[in-house]
């Protein structure tokens, strides 16, 4: 194997499952429940009759686990149809099986909005200036990534309210540049609803709720959610590996996203 292969480094974009419940409202938290080496032996039991305990190595079984989540749990990739029945014109929108592979392995650009304030909804103007900074022009199918102050918080009671948001202007502006992958460490692409709740009460606006989403009526595209180690990135230069599992129609999958530098 090449040796400019194997000495790549990766870092790992995902967040652990877990049972921690500080990393989705209570209706929406995993649930896992564990099987040990022992607790696994009446499975087995039953699908070997005559078979003994003693008969195994350390008199273990198979340890195993059953999962209560939704396509959101964990690090995802939300497909178009997660934001709306149509998109791109009026067209079927697609579950996260019938995702583009070729998106989902692309150079990435990680932009820090770690600055803004919690509830900030980010601008097309803003993300030209962060571009402008680290001196970096989006070409079409890179993936973008959003570094948020919520990064730090994951699995703490603080995190879903933290960081700011991706609202539609500046999602449209990145799809308009050819970009159909994005992602950010945050619970959501948009502003924490904590505050969005607050402006909707404010000023009674309905195209606040859920905008950067939204976006994926015009433009379909693929937004990662729960990502972790942003701030390990460099402003570019490295690969993302972002490919989601496939679950038939599904308004989302679940991903392993590791950038590779």
């Known amino acids: ?47 070997f009759p005559g078979l003994e305990k003693r008969d195994l190595p350390g008199e273990e079984a198979w340890a195993a686990e059953k999962l209560i989540i939704t396509t959101h ?25 019938e995702l583009p592979l070729e998106w989902c392995l692309r150079p990435g650009v990680k932009l820090d909005f770690r600055n803004k304030p919690d509830g900030h909804v980010v601008t097309a103007s803003e993300i030209q200036t962060e571009l402008k900074r680290i001196n970096y022009e989006l070409k079409p199918l890179d993936i973008v990534l ?69 976006a994926g009526r015009d433009i379909g595209y693929g937004q990662m959610e729960k990502l972790a180690n942003l701030n390990q990135l460099p402003d570019y230069g490295f690969l993302i590996s972002c490919f989601p599992y496939k679950i038939k129609h599904a308004s989302a999958g679940f991903v392993r996203a590791v950038a590779i530098l």
């Open 1 to 47: 194997m090449d040796n400019a292969l194997l000495n790549r480094k990766m870092i790992d974009l995902s967040v652990t499952l877990d049972n921690n419940p500080y990393t989705d409202p209570p209706p929406l938290l995993p649930k896992i429940e564990y099987m040990d080496h022992q607790e696994g032996w009446p499975e087995m039991q039953a699908m």
């Open 73 to 97: 749990s964990g690090t995802h990739m939300d497909a178009p149809w997660h934001y709306s029945s149509t998109t791109d014109g009026g067209q079927p929108a697609y579950g996260i099986d």
């Open 146 to 214: 959003i570094n948020t102050a919520a990064g730090d918080y994951f699995g703490q009671p603080e995190y879903l309210s933290k960081g700011c948001g991706i609202g539609r202007e500046a999602t449209l502006w990145m799809l308009e540049q050819g970009v159909r992958v994005v992602g950010t460490d945050a619970w959501s692409w948009d502003a924490p609803f904590k505050y969005t709740r607050e402006r909707f009460e404010k000023n009674k606006d309905p195209s606040i709720i859920w905008e950067g989403h939204k």
